[in-house]
């Protein structure tokens, strides 16, 4: 396959599948001199892990990661940076009975219509499992924003279902439940919900916001390489992503243009409906994004669906999957937010030089 790799200068190239021995990631493009250690990368993976608790899929992989190339002496070199983490709780036995069936609203029918095959343990390059390299990169460009510019990025639950969190807004919360949901009191009414689709062996959707505070101004390219459309790509690549806002959003459709329109003052922007982003260049602002998941496709309910010969069949998928795929995806968006960035910021030293005061 092609299409793997993403980022201008600061490159990320993910490899592997779900059931393989392994995955990995080369970044290459990161700057000399940021000191990283394995550790480091750990704590992320952690946030991002299946089995932590019952909300989720109970794979347990142990995520631990090595750093093959591109540090020594715990910094960075210039040089590609390899990382490998090897799958060690696969069951590909639980995805015997499809490997000649196509589940519904997975990507089986698709990737068998492009290769003429497909790897049908756990959706193979298709599965979530992809995204772990992604949140070990996005510790990389992470601490390199927060080292240069104070780039704090920080992602959380905005939605579950059909339950909003848009009240309490504990940014220490979001650390302390499975959910990584800012107001406690949504967190039982959230583990409600959960433990009734479990018990009903059905799914459901999420929505995920991200803010990136002190982001310096300038960042994004006119025409083609727009910091939102960027941003918009980067979060439609990941599994399961069916929607992207950057500030206002959709909601901007029914806000009138003297609403809508962030004024200026000396003493800075009066509002931030555009979400940080002027004419596909950051404005110093906040940048706010929101992705939307879908609900999980695997499911042990069955189903209408059809064979690689086009026969019709039931399809009852069996195996460890997440009930509900956004609750594990607030350090995924973090990452990819934290991998644009990046980018952009030694694209825009690349062409313009310093940043402007």
């Known amino acids: 396959m092609s299409h793997n790799r993403f980022g201008h200068l600061f490159c990320v190239t993910t490899f592997g599948e779900s059931h393989g021995p392994a995955i990995g990631c080369v970044v290459d493009g990161c700057p000399p001199g940021l000191e990283i250690s394995a550790e480091e990368i ?60 196509f589940r519904p609203g997975h990507a089986d029918y698709t990737y068998w219509k492009k290769y003429g095959l497909r790897d049908y343990r756990g959706g193979g390059r298709s599965s979530a499992r992809e995204t772990t390299m992604r949140v070990a990169a996005g510790v990389i460009a992470k601490k390199w924003l927060r080292a240069e510019f104070g780039t704090a990025i920080q992602g959380w639950l905005a939605q579950l279902g059909p339950h909003r969190v848009d009240g309490t807004m504990d940014w220490d919360e979001i650390e302390n439940n499975p959910f990584f949901c800012p107001d406690p009191a949504m967190v039982p009414v959230l583990e409600a919900h959960m433990d009734a689709l479990r018990k009903s062996g059905d799914s459901t959707g999420a929505r995920v916001n991200v803010i990136a505070r002190n982001v310096p101004a300038g960042l994004g390219a006119p025409v083609y390489g727009k910091l939102d459309a960027d941003l918009a790509s980067a979060m439609m690549s990941i599994n399961a992503a069916k929607g992207v806002e950057i500030g206002a959003g959709f909601d901007s459709v029914a806000q009138l ?91 825009h030293r690349a062409q313009v030089g310093r940043f402007a005061e």
């Not at 093959?68 to 210039?78: A, D, H, K, Q, Y």
């Not at 390899?82 to 069951?91: F, K, Q, V």
């Open 42 to 101: 750990r704590g992320d993976l952690e946030r991002r892990a299946t089995g932590k608790s019952r909300h989720t899929s109970q794979r347990r992989e142990k995520d631990d990661v090595q750093i093959l190339s591109g540090v020594f002496e715990g910094r960075t070199t210039g040089t590609p940076i390899a990382l490998l983490i090897e799958n060690t709780d696969a069951r590909s036995r639980d995805y015997a009975n499809i490997k000649r069936q």
């Open 257 to 347: 243009g003297t609403e809508h329109r962030d004024e200026i003052t000396p003493d800075g922007f009066l509002s931030n409906h555009a979400g940080g982003i002027l004419g596909g260049i950051s404005s110093g602002q906040d940048i706010v994004v929101s992705t939307a998941f879908k609900p999980t496709s695997s499911l042990r309910l069955p189903c209408r669906g059809i064979d690689i010969d086009g026969n019709e069949v039931e399809v009852v998928t069996k195996g460890r999957h997440d009930p509900c795929v956004g609750i594990r995806a607030t350090p995924i968006v973090e990452a990819m937010m934290a991998i644009v960035l990046m980018d952009h910021a030694l694209r």
